[in-house]
């Protein structure tokens, strides 16, 4: 079965820095597109970010040009590296895998169990 774990999330300050980490596991021999999201307090789940494969980003334009997404295929892990962060990113942040195949099965979409991200001073 394919699990994906979250790492990373905390308090900051207003202005402070947090990298989240998301590990893919479940013998995977191939992931589309991954990504994060959020939900924050009595918001609806957001995209944040999200990589595929072999193409170009896509950032949610409240976080663009702060957080930077990135992806190593090979240890199947996606990161979110997220500056400059405000008290309205407070969120539990989601990772999220598209497409993936583990063995002989494909998994439409698998997501993380969430990390919290609390911005306060």
């Known amino acids: 079965q394919v699990r994906l774990v979250e790492s990373g999330g905390g308090s900051v300050q207003p202005g402070g820095s947090l990298r989240l980490s998301c590990a893919a596991s479940g013998s995977i021999r191939s992931i589309n597109t991954m990504g994060w999201y959020r939900q924050g307090p009595g918001k609806e789940r957001e995209l944040v970010a999200v990589i595929p494969s072999g193409g170009s980003t896509n950032y949610a334009s409240s976080v663009k040009g702060r957080f930077t997404i990135s992806r190593d295929n090979a240890k199947k892990m996606v990161d979110l590296q997220m500056n400059s962060l405000r008290p309205e990113d407070t969120a539990v942040y989601y990772c999220?895998?598209?497409?993936?195949?583990?063995?002989?099965?494909?998994?439409?979409?698998?997501w993380g169990q969430g990390t919290l991200v609390t911005v306060s001073s």
């Open positions: 999220n895998a598209r497409d993936v195949t583990s063995g002989m099965t494909r998994y439409l979409e698998v």
